[in-house]
């Protein structure tokens, strides 16, 4: 059975940090391309940060120099080090994993989803 359970999130003032933590498992964790996702109230779900299998990253132009992605292949746990947070950054962020692309077609599973509030 795959499980990917993210943990980290919660209440936090702007200009704050929170780290994301995302552990997977029924999967070959090192063969799978890392995503996160976040969808905010009203909106769709948009992509944030990836990280491929080889660790390329690639980062959402709206969050790109505050966020970081991340993955430590022996615990089977990805990252997502969220720093300089603005209101504009709640959301539920999921994880989510494929073994091809990294589009959300390409996407074979997701985690539950965790609440990030970001107060002003």
């Known amino acids: 059975q795959v499980q990917l359970v993210e943990s980290g999130g919660g209440l936090v003032q702007a200009g704050g940090s929170l780290r994301l933590s995302c552990a997977a498992s029924?999967?070959?964790?090192?063969?799978?391309?890392m995503v996160w996702y976040r969808q905010a109230p009203g909106k769709q779900r948009e992509l944030v940060a990836t990280i491929t299998r080889g660790g390329s990253t690639n980062y959402a132009d709206s969050v790109k120099g505050r966020f970081t992605i991340s993955r430590d292949n022996d615990k089977n746990t990805v990252y997502l080090q969220m720093n300089s947070l603005k209101p504009e950054d709640t959301a539920i962020y999921y994880c989510?994993?494929?073994?091809?692309?990294?589009?959300?077609?390409?996407?074979?599973?997701w985690g539950q989803g965790i609440h990030v509030t970001v107060s002003s």
């Open positions: 989510a994993s494929g073994t091809t692309a990294l589009d959300r077609e390409s996407i074979e599973y």
């Open positions: 029924g999967i070959i964790f090192s063969i799978n391309n």
